[in-house]
């Protein structure tokens, strides 16, 4: 399997993230044999530096050109007095719009030995595995009007959805939830949104083609509060720009640390991988930063850009192992409790390295036999 993956490390904590990411999925190509090469590229803050710009064209070129792309994070307060499109957050937009991805997947996971992080009770959050399917360049942030008149005191914004785009999106879902547990919630506002009976009814049509898995559909509203009362009862939840942000970032308590959170954004010319926090200026340096998030984010590229399945899954069981032996970075540990080690992100990298080459050997071996 050959593979070529931009590396957008960014700014703060996210070269320290993503070192351990990229080293991950190098273990991942010498154990198994793949070839993967790994493009360095500027972005954020440090891109401004350099070069004058948070998205340089070459970054946005080689990008374009690879099979991938992993992006740390950008953020650096300095830069805060520049208007919001010279800021670095703005390398992050245009990378996402030029790539061009519309489905973005974002896994809720509760894990065992966090449930104490997590401000839900653990019979709540116990066996929770979510993945959010929502639509990312559609909708209410992208449709036109879009107007704030100070004279007048109005703002305008429109939700703007066509058939074609809810189709995409929808199928999207669906193959995944084929491959999951087999059930999609589609969640809208169709009581008081024509945007959302177009959604519904889309959706509806779309799971004709996928007999296999079982379809809902729920109200937003509602929906806020199951995830809250009853996370277990889903398995893929759909749904548009706006209430996919909200719902994603509220279902994130459920993994206890924003340190933990993946995301894949998938369907455009080239997957866009990232972990969900931001650049973290304040533990930057400090080898405080946990980096399962990025980690995480690589077995996403494993499956969605490499079709390495078992590889995907060998590097989420470290990462369930690690945490089970009881290793934590500062932000999911929790006091001075036996039984738990405290880690540098750096070793946390290199544990959860060492528990992949383990599980990596063992399938070899089993194979061999
Ligand atoms: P943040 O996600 O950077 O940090 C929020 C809090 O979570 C901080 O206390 C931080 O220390 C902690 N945290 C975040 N990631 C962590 C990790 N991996 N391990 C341990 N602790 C972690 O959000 P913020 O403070 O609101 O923003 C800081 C900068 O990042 C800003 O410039 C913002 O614009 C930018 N930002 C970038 C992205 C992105 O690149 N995708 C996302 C959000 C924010």
């Known amino acids: 399997m050959k593979l070529k ?23 991942v190509a010498e154990l198994g044999g793949h070839d993967f090469t790994f493009v360095p590229g500027l972005i954020g803050g440090t891109a401004i530096t350099e070069t004058g710009s948070p998205l340089p064209t070459a970054t946005l070129d080689s990008a374009l050109e690879c099979d ?3 992006l740390g994070a950008v953020g650096d307060n300095k ?18 719009q030029a790539l061009g991805g519309f489905a973005n997947l974002r896994p809720s996971i509760a894990y ?33 009007p879009r107007w704030w008149n100070k004279e007048t ?87 548009e720009n706006l209430f996919g942000d909200i719902l994603s970032d509220e279902a994130g308590v459920i993994t206890g640390s924003l340190g933990m959170l993946p995301s894949a954004t998938i369907g455009g010319a080239v997957n866009l991988y990232e ?39 060998a590097v989420e069981q470290a990462v369930h192992k690690i945490l089970d032996a009881g290793y934590r970075t500062a932000d999911i540990a929790r006091g001075q409790q036996p039984g738990q080690t405290p880690v540098s992100t750096q070793e946390m990298g290199k544990l959860v390295h060492q528990a992949l080459a383990e599980s990596i050997d063992r399938r070899q071996a089993m194979h061999a036999v």
């Open 5 to 27: 993956i931009a590396v957008l490390a960014g700014d703060g904590i996210g070269p320290e993230v993503t070192q351990q990411a990229t080293q991950i999925l190098r273990a």
């Open 68 to 70: 991938a792309v992993l």
């Open 79 to 96: 830069f805060n007095a520049l208007p919001p499109d010279k800021r670095p957050e703005a390398g992050l937009l245009q990378i996402r």
């Open 112 to 144: 065992a030995a966090l449930s104490e992080s997590s401000p839900l009770r653990p019979e709540v959050t116990k066996d929770v595995d979510i993945l959010f399917v929502r639509e990312l360049l559609g909708g209410l942030y992208f449709g036109a």
């Open 153 to 239: 005191n109005e703002a305008i914004n429109t939700m703007r959805y066509t058939r074609d785009e809810v189709v995409r999106v929808a199928r999207v879902a669906f193959e995944l939830a084929a491959k999951r547990r087999r059930k999609v919630t589609s969640v809208d506002k169709a009581n008081v949104l024509e945007v959302s009976q177009l959604w519904r009814a889309t959706v509806t049509e779309v799971a004709k083609d996928y007999p296999s898995v079982t379809l809902e559909h729920q109200l937003v509203d509602s929906m806020a509060m199951h995830i809250m009362n009853i996370p277990r009862n889903f398995d893929v939840v759909l749904t």
């Open 275 to 313: 972990p969900v926090h931001g650049s973290a200026p304040d533990i930057a340096g400090t080898g405080k930063a946990n980096p399962l998030g990025a980690i995480l984010t690589a077995a996403m590229i494993l499956r969605h850009s490499a079709n390495l399945e078992q590889d995907a899954k």
